[in-house]
Each structure stands twice: as C-alpha cells, then as structure tokens.
Nanobody, 120 residues
Framework: QVQLVESGGGLVQAGGSLRLSCPVSGSIFSINDMGWYRQAPGKQRELVATIISDGSTNYADSVKGRFTVSRDNAKNTVYLQMNSLKPDDTAVYYC??????????????WGQGTQVTVSS
C-alpha cells in the first residue's frame, strides 16, 4: 500500500503565502512524476503543477510565476510553495504520485486533500 498525506493548507489573506507538503510512504520501489491538483466548489479538478523525477516541472498558466513545485527524493516528498495568493486560488488541493511499487506495477496514488482558502 502507498499513502499520501497533505499538510500546510489553511486560511490566508490575498497576497499571502502557504507551503503545502505531501510525503509518500509505503511499498515504494520508485516514484516517477509527482504533483498537485486542485478542485474549487462547482468546478472540475484541475492540474496545478507537476514535477518528474529529473526535476522538470510543468505549471498551469494561472499559477506560473507565483507557485513553485519541488520534491525531495530522499524523503519521497513533494512540496508546493504558493506566493501572491488570490481568492481564485481557493480550493481543495490534492497531491498525487505515479508510483512503481515492489510488485513492479505503476499506479497513480492520491492524498485526501487539504483546504486552501484565500480571503479578499
């Protein structure tokens, strides 16, 4: 089994910052890409940022220049530094990891989500 647990969400004023963390634990052989999605009320889940094993990153246009995704491979942890937050960033943020387990199969795993609320 593989577990992901997000932390770092909360309530912040517009213009503020938050840092989300998501350690991945369990029967991990290797982790390919990791990243973050978010889902606002009444909207579909959308990609925020991804980072693959070589460090290459990809961001949604709406967060470019404000958010930074990073990973610590030794700790199997992915982070999301969010600066200059806007009310439109309010959503539940989910981390994910594309994991190869010890049975050598690849699967997507997801965290339970953490609420980020940005007040105007």
């Amino acid at each position: 089994q593989v577990q992901l647990v997000e932390s770092g969400g909360g309530l912040v004023q517009a213009g503020g910052s938050l840092r989300l963390s998501c350690p991945v634990s369990g029967s991990i052989f290797s982790i390919n890409d990791m990243g973050w999605y978010r889902q606002a009320p009444g909207k579909q889940r959308e990609l925020v940022a991804t980072i693959i094993s070589d460090g290459s990153t990809n961001y949604a246009d709406s967060v470019k220049g404000r958010f930074t995704v990073s990973r610590d491979n030794a700790k199997n942890t992915v982070y999301l530094q969010m600066n200059s937050l806007k009310p439109d960033d309010t959503a539940v943020y989910y981390c994910y990891a594309y994991v190869r387990t010890y049975d050598l199969r690849y699967r997507d795993y997801w965290g339970q989500g953490t609420q980020v609320t940005v007040s105007s």
